[in-house]
């Protein structure tokens, strides 16, 4: 079997590094899932109202019994997301199929129940609360809000860091174990102000605060309420105090943030809601990055993407200031940015 072929019923356009490199690792001899866990992870998830995707999900399941390339491609994505070390998954956040295949990513993200299950069993009440909640919402976020019959490789890639514990929750924001990918070192010079330079930079007399590879504590805001700062403070006062809990490893704390809240074109946007430009104020804004093609503010700020069936800017909705703005700029032929942003717990 050829990985080509593997690609190909995934319409990939190129070759994932991961597959690549763990395709050997790869037996047919086992299930992707079986009908008794799926049955398993529909009514731990709370999803047996979604009667069509279980269907689905059964047809796919009988599929893969007569089609190998399929279920290959099926396990070698399992694999991946759940049997790899470190950060190696968050390689399908940029994955591009057309169309993808997000039905075989849901089905990927509830195989994992049970594995769900164990992890949960050290968490007090709210976290294990908040990790299933996040795993439901991930389902029906693709099959109600997006209406694909799945979800994502992105949105596989956000329900993979609740099943290996990466995600912890408190008050109104969430917080990721992680590791530092950006292309930039931050360093203080003997005054105590700090520089951002390029990672290729040669560092003398300065003391290095973050450099890639090292770890630091991803900061995400989920959808449900609004930005105020003092829900905001009250998060961070609370992993100040809980957050070695869960991540003991953490040596030194570094935040960090990947957000269309903290894109450098924001002060063009708003108008009266300064949350958003107090939340920006907590960090340190790194330059844009050739990967911050905008997404984020099509998924969050308007509830969509642009491989939606039927997508357009002009059927972008217009009922808050903000969305009128954005909207507006999008129709002009202009883009938007994502943006980036630490903070140093020392301070």
């Given at each position: 079997?050829?990985?080509?072929?593997?690609?190909?019923?995934?319409?990939?356009?190129?070759?994932?590094?991961?597959?690549?490199?763990?395709?050997?690792?790869?037996?047919?001899?086992?299930?992707?899932?079986?009908?008794?866990?799926?049955?398993?992870?529909?009514?731990?998830?709370?999803?047996?109202?979604?009667?069509?995707?279980?269907?689905?999900?059964?047809?796919?399941?009988?599929?893969?019994k007569?089609?190998?390339?399929?279920?290959?491609?099926?396990?070698?994505?399992?694999?991946?997301?759940?049997?790899?070390?470190?950060?190696e998954?968050?390689?399908?956040?940029?994955?591009?199929?057309?169309?993808?295949?997000?039905?075989?990513?849901?089905?990927?993200?509830?195989?994992?129940?049970?594995?769900?299950?164990?992890?949960?069993k050290?968490?007090?009440?709210?976290?294990?609360?908040?990790?299933?909640?996040?795993?439901?919402?991930?389902?029906?976020?693709?099959?109600?809000?997006?209406?694909?019959?799945?979800?994502?490789?992105?949105?596989?890639?956000?329900?993979?860091?609740?099943?290996?514990?990466?995600?912890?929750?408190?008050?109104?924001?969430?917080?990721?174990?992680?590791?530092?990918?950006?292309?930039?070192?931050?360093?203080?010079?003997?005054?105590?102000?700090?520089?951002?330079?390029?990672?290729?930079?040669?560092?003398?007399?300065?003391?290095?605060?973050?450099?890639?590879?090292?770890?630091?504590?991803?900061?995400?805001?989920?959808?449900?309420?609004?930005?105020?700062?003092?829900?905001?403070?009250?998060s961070?006062?609370?992993?100040?105090?809980?957050l070695?809990?869960?991540?003991?490893?953490?040596?030194?704390?570094?935040?960090?943030?990947?957000?269309?809240?903290l894109?450098?074109?924001?002060?063009?946007?708003?108008?009266?809601?300064?949350?958003?430009?107090?939340?920006?104020s907590?960090?340190?804004?790194?330059?844009?990055?050739?990967?911050?093609?905008?997404?984020?503010?099509?998924?969050?700020?308007?509830?969509?993407?642009?491989?939606?069936v039927?997508?357009?800017?002009?059927?972008?909705?217009?009922?808050?200031?903000l969305?009128?703005?954005?909207?507006?700029?999008?129709?002009?032929?202009?883009?938007?940015?994502?943006?980036?942003?630490?903070?140093?717990?020392?301070d």
């Amino acid at each position: 079997m050829r990985i080509e072929d593997i690609i190909s019923v995934l319409n990939f356009k190129n070759i994932p590094e991961t597959f690549i490199k763990y395709e050997k690792n790869i037996s047919l001899r086992r299930s992707v899932i079986t009908k008794k866990e799926l049955d398993e992870a529909f009514a731990f998830y709370e999803l047996e109202e979604e009667k069509e995707f279980y269907q689905h999900c059964l047809n796919l399941i009988e599929e893969f019994k007569t089609n190998k390339v399929l279920k290959k491609a099926a396990l070698l994505i399992k694999y991946i997301s759940f049997e790899t070390k470190d950060d190696e998954f968050l390689e399908m956040e940029y994955w591009k199929a057309k169309p993808p295949r997000a039905d075989i990513s849901a089905l990927v993200l509830l195989s994992a129940v049970r594995q769900h299950k164990k992890a949960l069993k050290g968490l007090d009440k709210k976290q294990r609360q908040h990790q299933i909640v996040g795993i439901q919402e991930t389902i029906l976020r693709g099959l109600k809000l997006y209406k694909i019959n799945g979800i994502s490789y992105g949105s596989l890639a956000w329900g993979i860091r609740f099943v290996r514990q990466l995600l912890m929750k408190f008050g109104r924001l969430q917080f990721e174990y992680s590791y530092y990918r950006d292309p930039f070192i931050v360093v203080k010079d003997k005054k105590g102000k700090k520089k951002i330079l390029a990672a290729s930079k040669t560092i003398k007399n300065q003391s290095v605060l973050i450099q890639p590879g090292d770890v630091c504590i991803n900061i995400h805001i989920d959808r449900h309420g609004r930005l105020e700062p003092e829900m905001v403070n009250r998060s961070l006062a609370l992993a100040k105090r809980d957050l070695k809990k869960y991540f003991p490893s953490v040596d030194k704390v570094v935040y960090r943030c990947h957000s269309w809240l903290l894109s450098l074109q924001m002060e063009l946007f708003l108008t009266k809601d300064r949350h958003i430009m107090y939340f920006q104020s907590l960090f340190l804004l790194l330059p844009p990055h050739e990967e911050d093609m905008g997404d984020d503010f099509f998924r969050f700020l308007f509830n969509t993407q642009k491989t939606s069936v039927g997508f357009s800017i002009e059927n972008l909705p217009e009922d808050t200031s903000l969305r009128r703005n954005v909207k507006k700029h999008l129709l002009e032929g202009k883009t938007v940015q994502e943006g980036r942003g630490l903070i140093f717990v020392e301070d």
